[in-house]
């Protein structure tokens, strides 16, 4: 089959273009773009303007592009993108902050009916009110077996009901309630499904993560390391300070059952010979602030008596005045 060469040339540019975009930037966002306009799809290439570009096309050529890119330059890392290609995807190149980027993607998702047959990515649920409806209309609500009750002359839902679970194909009863309703119940935009940085490809719910949350995980996996060093008397540099300490006190153990000691364990044998050495060394401590505190008491005591003194003298010599 002869190609038209117009579409030679397309697939070409297109093919160019991609190779570019790969030796240019070394993070890509994988994003489905299901139930996406073109409209909507012009807001987001605006929204992202200067830092990040758009590349969508089929996947077929994108993974012929990025296999022959990859054995031309010897980049085995760019074959890492190849597994994502499934269904309908693009690429977001960037030189941005990922996580700044998606939250840019994610403020153009715009709202959509629920149409006959298609899939829902959320629960739908009604929720009770008044629908401003005739009491005409009550078969839609009886079909579905939705709660009501005729108030001022329109059909009120007494509890919110949900109509249609995440996963689950919209009725044509439940559509018809949505749109009578004016319930957009579902939100399209481009979603980010996997990220590319630097040959390594990970889940965008890593971007979500903070710093706490990354020290309280190293703080999980520290612990857990420093529990098997020690189960298995392996020594690593984060069970160093308690094998130590372990070792210490089993040495501090020996010294005192027997006659052999050593420097750091001398205090404590000579402790343990004669305890009124402790109490004196620990009340010795105790002590001094409970003088000082005495010493206070009386200080502030004198000027008050001082005071007294003087009020007591210029009492009697108003008397004589």
């Not at 579409?7 to 994003?31: A, I, M, N, P």
């Not at 902050?97 to 629920?114: M, S, T």
């Not at 009886?142 to 009120?156: A, F, H, R, S, Y």
């Not at 059952?257 to 404590?268: L, N, S, V």
Request: aromatic residues 6%; glycine residues 6%.
């Amino acid at each position: 089959m002869v190609l038209n060469p117009a579409k030679r040339e397309k697939k070409s540019q297109y093919d160019q273009k991609l190779c570019r975009l790969l030796d240019e930037y070394t993070q890509v966002l994988v994003v489905a773009a299901d139930n996406v306009g073109s409209t909507q799809m012009q807001n987001i290439r605006k929204g992202l303007r200067g830092d990040s570009i758009i590349l969508m096309g089929k996947n077929t050529m994108m993974k012929r592009s990025i296999r022959l890119h990859a054995e031309r330059t010897g980049n085995d890392a760019f074959k890492s993108l190849l597994p994502l290609l499934v269904g309908n995807v693009g690429f977001i190149f960037t030189k941005g902050d990922l996580k700044e980027v998606r939250e840019e993607i994610a403020k153009y998702k715009v709202g959509a009916p629920a149409r006959v047959g298609l899939v829902a990515p959320t629960d739908v649920i009604v929720p009770p009110g008044n629908t401003g409806l005739d009491p005409s209309q009550t078969s839609f609500f009886q079909v579905l077996n939705i709660p009501t009750k005729i108030n001022k002359g329109t059909v009120e839902i007494v509890t919110a009901v949900e109509l249609v679970r995440k996963g689950e194909k919209v009725g044509s009863s439940e559509a018809a309630l949505l749109s009578k309703l004016g319930i957009r119940p579902f939100s399209y935009g481009l979603v980010v499904v996997s990220v590319y940085d630097n040959g390594t490809v990970f889940s965008p719910e890593v971007l979500d993560l903070t710093e706490d949350d990354l020290m309280e995980k190293f703080r999980s996996w520290l612990s857990n390391v420093t529990s098997l060093s020690l189960a298995v008397s392996f020594p690593t540099l984060a069970a160093a300070p308690h094998m130590f300490i372990n070792a210490y006190k089993t040495a501090l153990s020996l010294a005192v059952a027997t006659e052999y000691t050593f420097p750091q364990a001398e205090k404590i044998k000579e402790y343990l010979k004669d305890p009124t050495k402790f109490a004196v060394a620990v009340g010795g401590d105790a002590a001094a602030p409970a003088t000082s505190a005495k010493e206070e008491k009386a200080e502030q005591s004198e000027p008050a008596k001082e005071e007294e003194e003087e009020s007591d003298e210029d009492l009697v010599a108003g008397l004589f005045d």
